[in-house]
């Protein structure tokens, strides 16, 4: 037996004692396989049999496919993102394009019985009912997949918001920052999307470019065709990047030495003074709120560190990829900090759940007497290919004296 698995009584002898292990792996089981049974349950009862009288060879191949949608899903991310670096791609994408799908069809499913009650109300019966339900819920489902799909792999259109800074001086009124984050270059090849953006971000001619995080998921050698052309993007001033989440579920060293070969300022845990108009403005940048936690040696987020040296007269922009992170900027007095990480949401109504974490899920807002935070919905997607209600965007930031 295991050392671990044992422990001493008082009189210092061994007894055995259930591995922690264990029952912590039985747990996640247990929660995930209950969210799984809702995913699929709710959408199999919603268009199989609530009241919609199918004929039973309809039923008996509905149950079938959503039986093995229930065991596929499971099965795809573990082997597709589980650990390792040798997965293969194609089988994350699909993995991850079937968890969309389910996604979508529950939240349908769900909202569905809100037009049964009202079929109810107004006299319709069983199974014409039933079926109006189940009929209406895939068109849709198929509506907005086919629209999500394409949302999530245009190229995204410019956001522009102008932002008063009290104490801007008269050479910085007008400065431009572009912004762009969670590209995630992923099992996707996106290497055309990814030049695609880079050249409507040229066209920003913007005096400070910044990458916000969550650049990929994957290896630098994985993703370098994707993230190649970000070798080629265009500021007057400055280029910067600062870590996201997901660099730390692969190499988050490698991803910051790699911005900074191709000539970018990765912002890990310090800052750069950017002039313009014989005035100055301190850029600044800290690792990811889950950075310390990674267990990535140096690495861990230090707005103290970033900002040490810095004229903290002079007006500040930090880089922090979760909104969350504001808290600290607040007290810090910083006067704009731009995130991240929430995608908006990237499909409907998941910008709920995303809100019980982030402060903001999208725009601006105010944290504190002086700090502003601008959260954008992000350049590209994670996982499912769909954004449904929650837009990706390139971002141009005008800074203005108020």
């Known amino acids: 037996m295991r050392n671990e698995d044992m422990t001493t009584d008082r009189r210092g002898e061994a007894v055995d004692t259930p591995p922690r292990r264990s029952r912590g792996r039985w747990r996640r089981t247990a929660i995930v396989s209950a969210i799984l049974l809702l995913l699929f349950g709710v959408p199999w009862w919603t268009l199989l049999l609530a009241g919609t009288a199918w004929p039973t060879p309809v039923v008996v191949a509905g149950t079938a496919l959503f039986a093995a949608a229930f065991v596929a899903l499971p099965a795809m991310m573990l082997v597709g993102r589980g650990p390792g670096r040798s997965r293969p791609d194609w089988l994350s994408a699909a993995a991850d394009a079937l968890l969309g799908v389910a996604w979508v069809l529950f939240v349908w499913s769900v909202l569905g019985h809100v037009l049964r009650l009202a079929l109810f109300l107004a006299g319709v019966d069983d199974p014409v009912r039933g079926r109006a339900v189940a009929v209406t819920v895939v068109a849709v489902v198929a509506v907005l997949l086919v ?219 105010r944290h504190g007497d002086k700090t502003q935070l601008y959260t954008s919905r992000g350049t590209g997607f994670w996982g499912p290919p769909f954004r449904v209600f929650a837009p990706s965007e390139i971002t141009l930031l005008t800074l203005r004296r108020a």
């Open 147 to 365: 629209w999500g799909y394409a949302e999530a792999m245009r190229v995204p259109r410019i956001k522009s918001v102008d932002i008063g800074i009290a104490g801007l001086c008269r050479g910085l009124d007008g400065l431009r920052v572009a912004m762009i984050t969670d590209t995630h270059y992923g099992p996707i090849d996106r290497a055309r999307w990814s030049a695609a953006v880079v050249k409507r971000v040229n066209d920003l001619a913007a005096d400070v470019v910044c990458h916000v995080g969550d650049i990929a998921d994957g290896t630098v050698d994985q993703r370098l065709d994707q993230a190649g052309p970000l070798a080629s993007v265009e500021a007057a001033s400055a280029r910067v990047y600062v870590t996201g989440n997901h660099e730390y579920f692969s190499e988050a060293q490698g991803w910051l030495d790699y911005m900074e070969s191709i000539g970018w300022d990765a912002l890990h845990n310090r800052h750069i003074v950017v002039e313009r108009g014989g005035d100055r403005l301190v850029v600044a940048g800290v690792d990811d709120a889950t950075a310390k936690a990674s267990g990535v040696h140096g690495h861990g987020a230090n707005l103290e560190a970033a900002l040490a040296g810095a004229d903290r007269t002079l007006p500040v922009l930090l880089l922090a990829h979760q909104p969350k992170q504001v808290t600290h900027a607040a007290r810090a007095e910083v006067d704009l900090q731009i995130s991240g990480h929430t995608h908006g949401g990237q499909i409907w109504p998941f910008n709920l759940l995303v809100r019980l974490e982030q402060p903001v899920v999208h725009g601006l807002s």
